[in-house]
T-cell receptor, first 113, second 115 residues
């Protein structure tokens, strides 16, 4: 079964606005990863946050992790039309190994110019 | 090549035929992974290798699915006697190692349609 569950399933915003996506998971983790998938393209790793971190930044991306609530959020600031994509969180089925990642169903983000 | 390369990109096959999907990982990457992704869903783990050794095949749905990586580089995912429910995108990925924290690089996938 899928461990990572993102919400909302779909999000539509105007260019320049911020987009926030959430992810919940069920078991213990070493880290949580976020990926982006453009339509018809490959899956691209965006950012990894370790279980002992609460917040991490990368450019316009901000990820938070709350291990007590088993949840994470991905914030994209000052969104652009090029940010239109599906975003997935992923956790490892076995702590310490990422041989077997569990992905959620994703949040489909649409940024309108 | 610079990234993970998969072939064919698109494959249409008749039900009952066998198909082989190829993955060429990033040079030097020890770990290679196969995932399957249905439309509107996230990727679903199938199997992974360290070098030529298959470490975990718990995600292979049944015995019609098999994978190999005989020389620890290129991998082939084979589906025998294909069924319509096998239609999906099959994604290959690689990383330096399967240890937590290593970035996993995905290929652009092979779209399989079984008619």
């Amino acid at each position: 079964s899928q461990q990572g569950e993102e919400d909302p399933q779909a999000l539509s915003i105007q260019e320049g606005e911020n987009a926030t996506m959430n992810c919940s998971y069920k078991t213990s983790i070493n880290n949580l990863q976020w990926y982006r998938q453009n339509s018809g393209r490959g899956l691209v790793h965006l950012i990894l946050i370790r279980s002992n971190e609460r917040e991490k930044h990368s450019g316009r991306l901000r990820v938070t992790l709350d291990t007590s609530k088993k949840s994470s959020s991905l914030l994209i600031t000052a969104s652009r039309a090029a940010d239109t994509a599906s975003y997935f969180c992923a956790t490892a089925r076995v702590v310490g190994s990422q041989g077997n990642l569990i992905f959620g169903k994703g949040t489909k983000l649409s940024v309108k110019p | 090549g610079a990234g993970v390369s998969q072939s064919p990109r698109y494959k249409v096959t008749k039900r009952g035929q066998d198909v082989a999907l190829r993955c060429d990982p990033i040079s030097g990457h020890v770990s290679l992974y196969w995932y399957r992704q249905a439309l509107g869903q996230g990727p679903e783990f199938l199997t992974y290798f360290n070098y030529e050794a298959q470490q975990d095949k718990s995600g292979l749905p049944n015995d019609r699915f098999s994978a190999e990586r005989p020389e620890g580089s290129i991998s082939t995912l084979t589906i025998q006697r294909t069924e319509q429910r096998d239609s999906a995108m099959y994604r290959c990925a690689s990383s330096l190692a399967a240890v937590s924290g290593n970035t996993i690089y995905f290929g652009e996938g092979s779209w399989l349609t079984v008619v």
